[in-house]
């Protein structure tokens, strides 16, 4: 199957931004950039469990404050998905 960089991409909800696994806006943009449009095939797989470097979401009230980190918009969205809003 041709995909991306031929490699999977991380799609658990690690914030590790620095993995190479991590599939954030910059990837994003290269695979449409390289694919011709938005729908890139991306392989994707659920690291975590066995990732030593797997950086769980946080918990809590900050969730008023992912909404820009590093200027990551997918960031914000997987961080979403586990935080409970207040």
Request: glycine share 6%.
């Amino acid at each position: 199957m041709l995909c991306f960089r031929d490699m999977t991409f991380c799609g658990s909800d690690c914030t590790n931004i620095q993995c190479h696994r991590f599939f954030g806006a910059p990837e994003r943009e290269a695979a449409a950039r390289w694919w011709g449009s938005p729908d890139a095939p991306v392989a994707f797989s659920d690291f975590s469990p066995s990732c030593a470097d797997y950086a769980p979401p946080r918990a809590g009230p900050a969730s008023t404050c992912i909404e820009t980190i590093n200027g990551d918009p997918d960031t914000a969205i997987r961080l979403s998905r586990q935080i409970k809003v207040f």
